[in-house]
């Protein structure tokens, strides 16, 4: 019923009547007395209710179950603009509240109230006495992380979840991990709890001493590009890497030119894809070609190649020298060209 009716209701004229016995009301008829006041409520009913009532006697109508409720009981929360009265309704949804259910035992609305907040009340300290003890909890498995790891950040959480996140931090890496200790999610445990933890700091020293070779990596990479544009790079290169230019394609194509003489950048060689296989058995000239890499501290490898076409040839199938990692670009040199394997 809308706010708007429930507001008219209030003052609405009510009624006078003796509840029938199969109405499950606490009012009663007696001869020469006072009739109670009572308003009229329909309660919904299930199939099997709707059932039940008409075995029992009582007054169902399509829209369910009516009784005459008192105008004094405490289980009614106010009475509409047509007169209909309607009721208190349950406040959680984990308590069920269900009038029908108790009319049809011959009970009263107000003792499926009663009951109702009976069941409410012990819900209620149920649920402080959970808090309580999930609070502890947390102080625990949190006084259990820091003991053992001083460095991780641990913040509980106050809102509808339980849980707690360790935070850890090495250098420039930072990572942290939910650690659920309802029921719903997983009963954690102290030793749980740990376990979660030793990953993270685990994850997280990896990552950063990953990152920190990788920087190192390419820290070295930088000085050894700007040594060799300044001893070996064109005019071209040097004036404008001199001027702040990165010319990471020059300097590498420039590099290959020089050291590794007759190679393609497959990065830069204009091919739109290539397929590598293992070669079963390397040509005489191969070998030879990986024998001289090798003294000069390479580390190539013979592969079989189907190649896309690219400037100066139709592509197809080759056998090629190939050096998978030349300061960061896979690199070749075509041996023979469209060549059948026949070893």
Not at 60 to 79: F, M
Not at 85 to 104: C, I, M, P, Q
Not at 218 to 236: L, N, P, Y
Request: net charge negative.
């Amino acid at each position: 019923m809308s706010e708007q009716k429930e507001k008219e209701g209030a003052g609405a004229p009510l009624k006078e009547s003796a509840t029938p016995a199969s109405a499950g009301s606490t009012a009663t008829s007696v001869a020469g007395a006072a009739s109670v006041q009572t308003v009229r409520v329909v309660l919904s009913l299930t199939t099997e209710q709707r059932l039940e009532a008409l075995r029992k006697g009582f007054q169902v109508e399509k829209s369910g179950l009516v009784i005459e409720v008192p105008i004094t009981s405490p289980a009614l929360e106010g009475v509409a603009a047509d007169g209909e009265g309607y009721l208190k309704r349950s406040t959680n949804y984990h308590v069920e509240l269900d009038y029908t259910a108790f009319v049809l035992q011959g009970k009263t609305v107000d003792d499926a109230y009663a009951d109702y907040q009976k069941r409410f009340e012990k819900y209620e300290k149920e649920q402080e006495e959970k808090q309580r003890k999930m609070k502890e909890k947390k102080a625990m498995i949190k006084q259990a992380i820091l003991a053992q790891f001083p460095s991780v950040q641990v913040e509980g959480d106050d809102g509808e979840y339980d849980v707690l996140y360790a935070s850890y931090t090495s250098g420039a890496t930072s990572d942290r991990v939910g650690i659920y200790l309802t029921p719903t999610y997983a009963n954690t445990t102290v030793e749980q709890a740990i376990r979660e933890v030793e990953e993270l700091v685990k994850s997280v020293e990896e990552r950063e001493n990953k990152r920190k070779i990788e920087q190192a990596k390419k820290e070295t990479e930088e000085r050894e590009k700007a040594e060799w544009i300044q001893a070996h790079g064109s005019q071209h290169l040097k004036e404008a890497f001199a001027r702040g230019y990165d010319c990471q394609r020059l300097y590498i194509l420039e590099r290959v030119a020089k050291e590794l003489p007759g190679y393609e950048v497959y990065q830069f060689d204009g091919r739109d894809a290539w397929e590598l296989h293992n070669r079963s058995c390397p040509s005489q000239e191969a070998l030879e070609e990986v024998q001289r890499l090798e003294a000069q501290g390479f580390h190539p490898i013979v592969k079989w190649a189907k190649l896309a076409p690219g400037d100066e040839d139709e592509g197809g199938e080759a056998e090629i020298v190939y050096i998978e990692d030349f300061h960061g670009y896979e690199t070749y040199k075509i041996i023979h060209l469209e060549e059948d394997d026949d070893c």
